[in-house]
C-alpha cells in the first residue's frame, strides 16, 4: 500500500507565497510513478493542479496556475513540493498529494491513491 502525508499550507494575504509538500512511503511505491496535486474549493469539484513523472517531467493545468506554481520532485526521497507565487483569494482550497501506478496520467485519469489534504487560504 501507498500512504501519502501533505504538510505545508496555510493562511496567506494575496499576492503572497507559500509552498506544500508530500511525502510518499510503501513498499510498492515507485520512483517512476506519477505523483500531483488537486484541490477543492467549497462547493466545487475537485480539479487537477499540476503532476510530475521521472520521464516527462511536470505537467500544469491550462488555467490560472501556470506561470504561478511550480512542481518539483525529490525521487531520492519520495517527496513533492508545489511552490506558490503570487496566490489569489480564488487559490483558496483543500490541497490533495495525489499518486497512481507507473503510467497513470494524473491529468487524464483517477489517482489511485490520495493524501489527507491540507488547507490553503489566500485572504483578500
Known amino acids: 500500500q501507498v500512504q501519502l502525508v501533505e504538510s505545508g499550507g496555510g493562511l496567506v494575504q494575496a499576492g503572497g507565497s507559500l509552498s506544500v509538500s508530500c511525502a510518499a512511503s510503501?513498499?510498492?511505491?515507485?520512483?517512476?510513478?506519477?505523483m500531483g496535486w488537486f484541490r477543492q474549493a467549497p462547493g466545487k469539484e475537485r480539479e487537477f493542479v499540476a503532476s510530475i513523472t521521472f520521464s516527462a517531467g511536470p505537467v500544469y493545468d491550462a488555467g490560472s496556475v501556470k506561470g504561478r506554481f511550480t512542481i518539483s520532485r525529490d525521487y531520492g526521497r519520495n517527496t513533492m513540493h508545489l511552490q506558490m507565487n503570487s496566490l489569489e483569494p480564488e487559490d483558496t482550497a483543500v490541497y490533495y498529494c495525489?499518486?497512481?501506478?507507473?503510467?497513470?496520467?494524473?491529468?487524464?485519469?483517477?489517482?489511485?491513491?490520495w493524501g489527507p489534504g491540507t488547507q490553503v487560504t489566500v485572504s483578500s
Open positions: 495525489a499518486a497512481g501506478p507507473v503510467g497513470t496520467v494524473l491529468n487524464e485519469q483517477k489517482p489511485t491513491y
Open positions: 510503501g513498499r510498492t511505491f515507485s520512483t517512476y510513478a506519477p
